[in-house]
């Protein structure tokens, strides 16, 4: 069982926002400004989309946007494209030198 | 370029050992944090080693505290991951990613490790 909670599935059509929520607890989300998203296509790695909540990479279309209330974060991506179809994981600084991960969730353009 | 490049994987049997090693290029190595990651199989992510840019903190998941050791040589731009005592559960894809405003910035393709009989 993964620290931070994600749902499963997430779908839309090409054009539609689809939202992601990351529930943690005090600890974690609710205690840092440091939760970041992670866009992960099959069989590849990882890839920064979001850090420091709300802060997009250089890089990172502006169709993706972070926010965070309370113990939940979310990870917003408007105007949906087929390219957009992944994975996607939330972390969260937990303090110490540790981090932890959301289960992740698929993103389908339907 | 940033880039990192994982190497070191394979098949072990149960309490065997394996050493992941982590090439980095394109950046001043020696100013960063490094982070080992792993994924099992169609599951999500955990952090497990953690090695400060001078070495002079490490940390490690519970799960493989007393069984894994990271280190790096900023010499070589290298960071590696020593795993002892493996077991089938650390089977896994490990990446290397570098830490930047507590978070992930580049991460490596990421190498397989089987752990079984």
């Known amino acids: 069982q993964s620290a931070l909670t994600q749902p499963p599935s997430a779908s839309g059509s090409p054009g539609q926002s689809v939202t992601i929520s990351c529930t943690g607890t005090?600890?974690?989300?609710?205690?840092?400004?440091?939760v970041s998203w992670y866009q992960q296509p099959p069989g590849k790695a990882p890839k920064l989309m979001i850090f420091?909540?709300?802060k997009r990479p250089s890089g990172v279309p502006d169709r993706f946007s972070g926010s965070k209330s309370g113990n939940t974060a979310s990870l917003t991506v408007s105007g949906l494209q087929a390219e957009d179809e992944a994975h996607y994981y939330c972390s969260s600084y937990a303090g110490g030198y540790s981090w932890v991960f959301g289960g992740g969730t698929k993103v389908t353009v339907l | 370029e940033a880039q990192l490049v994982e190497s070191g994987g394979g098949l072990v049997q149960p309490g065997g050992s394996l050493r992941l090693s982590c090439a980095a290029s394109g950046f001043i190595f020696n100013t960063y944090t490094m982070t080992w990651v792993r994924q099992v199989s169609g599951k999500g992510l955990e952090s497990v080693a953690y090695i400060s840019a001078d070495s002079s903190a490490i940390d490690y998941a519970d799960s493989v505290k007393g069984r894994f050791t990271i280190s790096r040589d900023n010499a070589k731009n290298s960071v590696h991951l020593q795993m002892n005592s493996l077991r089938v559960e650390d089977t896994a894809v490990y990446y290397c990613?570098?830490?930047?405003?507590?978070?992930?910035?580049?991460w490596g393709q990421g190498t397989l490790v089987t752990v079984s009989s």
């Open positions: 005090s600890s974690d989300v609710g205690g840092y400004n440091f």
């Open positions: 420091e909540v709300s």
């Open positions: 990613a570098r830490n930047t405003f507590w978070s992930f910035d580049i």
